[in-house]
């Protein structure tokens, strides 16, 4: 096989070979060439440039008094949700700032708290050897053209707890440590901290059996290592939380 090759070709150049490197050929392998079992490149593109068109999502800026179920605390000027979910606006003060660009007066700021962490996981199969992810074209108000490719399932703690009133998400099931799926990866990994307060997400990849179907909406797509890196090259088209869980492969 062309792993043996290579870990020969390592060997014999002295490099030291272990588990962690034999994983890291296999994705490297994975990642060079379009074997997608399902769809090529050319079908995802195209696939999820009619879902773009397809939407009928219509966002508009309202002033922040005109938000439903959403209320500005008289005394704090906190923002937050009638069901004390989702998150809150609140205000910090940073201070001893010495090595940031504003010198040690530091700055006063917004910030978004009280998020209880989420999870974003993304499921894989492997169709006849080939490992595939399955990704959704997902809309959220603020994406630049409503429509990114989002892991299998992005939920706060909020929206597994079905405090919006909805559904509970697709494919949460698979992420429940309860049913002992099989892990790939599971860490928890922060999130842009200029923005949010002490936030992180529970990043996974799990493994489903190769024999087992699923019932796939037609907004969800079965994609490959390298298709997810090509698709990377397009600008606003892979959203910010396929990049960080793909880092880990």
């Known amino acids: 096989m062309i792993i043996d090759e290579i870990i020969n070709c390592l060997q014999k150049k002295n490099y030291s070979v272990n588990e962690d490197s034999k994983a890291r050929i296999e994705t490297m392998l994975e990642s060079i060439q379009d074997d997608n079992q399902i769809n090529k490149l050319d079908y995802i593109i195209k696939w999820f440039n009619k879902k773009r068109e397809e939407s009928d999502m ?45 010198g040690k007066e530091g700055w006063t700021q917004p910030m978004i708290a009280k998020n209880p962490g989420g999870i974003l996981g993304i499921l894989m199969k492997k169709i006849n050897g080939i490992p595939h992810y399955l990704l959704q074209a997902k809309a959220e108000p603020g994406n630049i053209g409503k429509l990114q490719l989002s892991p299998t399932l992005q939920a706060t703690t909020s929206n597994l707890l079905k405090a919006h009133g909805g559904k509970r998400p697709l494919f949460a099931e698979y992420f429940d440590d309860s049913n002992n799926p099989k892990i790939i990866y599971a860490k928890w990994q922060s999130e842009d901290g200029g923005r949010f307060y002490l936030k992180s997400n529970y990043n996974m990849i799990v493994e489903i059996e190769d024999d087992e179907e699923l019932d796939i909406p037609d907004y969800f797509i079965w994609v490959t290592l390298y298709q997810i890196k090509q698709l990377l090259k397009i600008e606003n088209f892979v959203g910010p939380h396929v990049r960080g869980i793909i880092s880990y492969l």
């Not at 008094?65 to 004390?84: P, T």
């Open 58 to 102: 219509i966002v508009e800026e309202i002033d922040v008094k005109d938000l439903e179920k959403w209320n500005i605390e008289i005394k704090s000027g906190n923002i937050s949700h009638d069901s004390k979910g989702f998150f809150e606006i609140i205000g910090i003060k940073v201070s001893n700032t010495f090595d940031r660009e504003v």
